[in-house]
T-cell receptor
């Protein structure tokens, strides 16, 4: 079975600063990895996904993530955050043979001026 | 992509009552998923619903409490039965993208239930 760990429950950062949200996963088989964002009182929106190929994945809103198989990590980064990036970010994993998605506990990104 | 509509978007319910949440998708999909997001928590899969067969429930969730219907390839309902305050959550419907091997799930806006 897969599992996802997001060690940081909350990350405060100033506007225009860089940010990294950490995600580690556990699985005995090949996986697909995802980052979703949830703005206040809204549903989930896909930021980016890793299926195969290049380990550096670029997503929407200037976010990117790097898949590191040896470290079983899929950390999310943005070089310069905006106030509007304040939201909850969820890392998720599924194995390549089934569509069930397992979510991490989420990281709340708080961007202040 | 898929557009998912959920009803109701929010509701306040009395203890002991039941509420049915509807999920409508703008395209035919094989598998639909129901998730629960308790306040301040992550998403937990309740069950997977395939058209024409019984839903498959995850550990800790049972059909008597969360009956699911899947009458066709674009629609599903989740009922939360005999509600208690612990059932106060956001319930989300999701579906896989048209090409199932891409792995992406699309989510509805969610149904926010408050049980008094």
């Amino acid at each position: 079975a897969q599992s996802v760990t997001q060690l940081d429950s909350q990350v405060p950062v100033f506007e225009e600063a860089p940010v990294e949200l950490r995600c580690n996963y556990s699985s005995s088989v090949s996986v697909y990895l995802f980052w979703y964002v949830q703005y206040p009182n809204q549903g989930l929106q896909l930021l980016l996904k890793y299926l195969s190929g290049s380990t550096l994945v670029k997503g929407i809103n200037g976010f990117e993530a790097e898949f590191n198989k040896s470290q079983t990590s899929f950390h999310l980064r943005k070089p310069s955050v905006h106030i509007s990036d304040t939201a909850e970010y969820f890392c998720a994993v599924r194995n390549t043979g089934f569509q069930k998605l397992v979510f991490g506990t989420g990281t709340r990104l708080l961007v202040s001026p | 992509s898929a557009v998912i509509s959920q009803k109701p978007s929010r509701d306040i319910c009395q203890r002991g009552t039941s509420l049915t949440i509807q999920c409508q998708v703008d395209s035919q999909v094989t598998m639909m998923f129901w998730y629960r997001q308790q306040p301040g928590q992550s998403l937990t899969l309740i069950a997977t619903a395939n058209q024409g067969s019984e839903a498959t429930y995850e550990s800790g969730f049972v059909i008597d409490k969360f009956p699911i219907s899947r009458p066709n390839l674009t629609f599903s309902t989740l009922t939360v039965s005999n509600m208690s305050p612990e059932d106060s959550s956001i319930y989300l419907c999701s579906v896989a993208s048209g090409a199932s091997n891409t792995g992406e799930l699309f989510f509805g806006e969610g149904s926010r239930l408050t049980v008094l």
